[in-house]
């Protein structure tokens, strides 16, 4: 087989060219999930065709994040690097890599203590297997991002519901003017100034810690794990399974919050998508 002048077998080098130029090559978001399954209309909608503006689809007009829509890595990447540029975040958001867990697995005749290791979308940054582990088993199994299933999905729908990218940069928006562009990089900045975080997940160490559930109100006990927002204070913590946004009730993606506080009510966690509507009246046909 030919080679270069480093000894690099010719076909190596085109497989390497084929991959960057894939990489490289853009992706339009129109194309993005095109002909998906919506999951609320099933067979009546002909699959997912993003409309021009409107940000849903054209045959069932439910919006991109309830259409079966398969991950991208890449492009979730870069919508999360956008939310994620400055180091201090970065250090507390895992990068996209697939992690493996020995989960505890169905006793049998054959095993007194099994264990069954499962790859996950994603676990909670800077934490030991243990920990990782003690918060995956605070969700059934079916809400457990685990490659390939319900729970992955799940993860997936969430964090393109509550993380709008067009909540995020101008080039994501519709025929913006000047003014309204410095806007949105102004209120980008601000909330990565004030509101934006990552959860950090904690075990209680002993009996003498006694921690509360912001939510719930519920004491939580030696050997639980709990959710800390470091914007909330070093002493706010939430059960696991009540980390979640507090207009839609759903889990936050990934652990990101968005710490604010309504005129009528008190500081709270919230997604990106409610915290974006506290800030500023949402278009009810754009969604921006």
Same mark, same amino acid.
């Given at each position: 087989?030919?080679?270069?002048?480093?000894?690099?077998?010719?076909?190596?080098?085109?497989?390497?060219? =084929?991959?960057?130029? #894939?990489?490289?090559?853009?992706?339009?978001?129109?194309?993005?999930?095109?002909?998906? &399954?919506? !999951?609320?209309? %099933?067979?009546?909608?002909?699959?997912?065709?993003?409309?021009?503006? /409107?940000?849903?689809?054209?045959?069932?007009?439910?919006? &991109?994040?309830?259409?079966?829509?398969?991950? !991208? @890595?890449?492009?979730?990447?870069?919508?999360?690097?956008?939310?994620?540029?400055?180091?201090?975040?970065?250090?507390?958001?895992?990068?996209?890599?697939?992690?493996?867990?020995?989960?505890?697995?169905?006793?049998?005749?054959?095993?007194?203590?099994?264990?069954? !290791?499962?790859?996950?979308?994603?676990?909670?940054?800077?934490?030991? @297997?243990?920990?990782?582990?003690?918060?995956?088993?605070?969700?059934?199994?079916?809400?457990?991002?685990?490659?390939?299933? $319900?729970?992955?999905?799940?993860? $997936?729908?969430?964090?393109?519901?509550?993380?709008?990218?067009?909540?995020? $940069?101008?080039?994501?928006?519709?025929?913006?003017? &000047?003014?309204?562009?410095?806007?949105?990089?102004?209120?980008?900045?601000?909330?990565?100034? =004030?509101?934006?975080?990552? %959860?950090?997940?904690? =075990?209680?160490?002993?009996?003498?810690?006694?921690?509360?559930?912001? /939510?719930?109100? #519920?004491?939580?006990? $030696?050997?639980?794990?709990?959710?800390?927002? =470091?914007?909330?204070?070093?002493?706010?913590?939430?059960?696991?399974?009540?980390?979640?946004?507090?207009?839609?009730?759903?889990?936050?993606?990934?652990?990101?919050?968005?710490?604010?506080? &309504? @005129? !009528?009510?008190?500081?709270?966690?919230?997604?990106?998508?409610?915290?974006?509507?506290?800030?500023?009246?949402?278009?009810?046909?754009? @969604?921006?």
């Amino acid at each position: 087989m030919e080679t270069d002048e480093d000894g690099v077998p010719y076909d190596s080098i085109r497989e390497i060219d =084929e991959i960057r130029e #894939k990489k490289q090559k853009p992706v339009i978001s129109h194309e993005i999930g095109f002909g998906a &399954p919506c !999951n609320i209309c %099933g067979d009546k909608c002909a699959g997912f065709d993003l409309h021009f503006w /409107r940000k849903i689809c054209k045959n069932c007009r439910c919006p &991109p994040y309830e259409h079966d829509i398969k991950s !991208n @890595d890449r492009e979730t990447a870069r919508k999360i690097g956008r939310l994620f540029d400055d180091v201090a975040h970065q250090e507390r958001y895992t990068s996209f890599q697939k992690f493996k867990l020995d989960m505890p697995g169905e006793f049998d005749e054959d095993s007194t203590s099994p264990t069954i !290791n499962l790859t996950f979308e994603w676990i909670p940054h800077n934490v030991s @297997d243990n920990v990782a582990r003690k918060y995956m088993q605070s969700f059934p199994m079916e809400m457990q991002p685990i490659s390939g299933s $319900a729970g992955a999905i799940d993860r $997936a729908r969430r964090l393109n519901e509550q993380l709008p990218e067009h909540d995020q $940069a101008p080039e994501c928006c519709d025929e913006l003017t &000047p003014d309204e562009t410095n806007r949105l990089i102004a209120y980008v900045q601000k909330f990565k100034d =004030e509101a934006l975080g990552v %959860g950090e997940v904690r =075990e209680n160490p002993t009996k003498a810690l006694r921690w509360i559930c912001h /939510r719930c109100e #519920k004491t939580m006990v $030696a050997g639980n794990v709990a959710v800390f927002a =470091e914007r909330a204070g070093p002493s706010v913590c939430w059960h696991p399974q009540c980390f979640m946004c507090a207009t839609c009730n759903e889990l936050l993606a990934d652990l990101i919050y968005f710490w604010s506080k &309504p @005129d !009528n009510g008190r500081w709270d966690v919230y997604c990106g998508r409610h915290y974006g509507s506290l800030q500023q009246p949402r278009c009810a046909a754009c @969604d921006s």
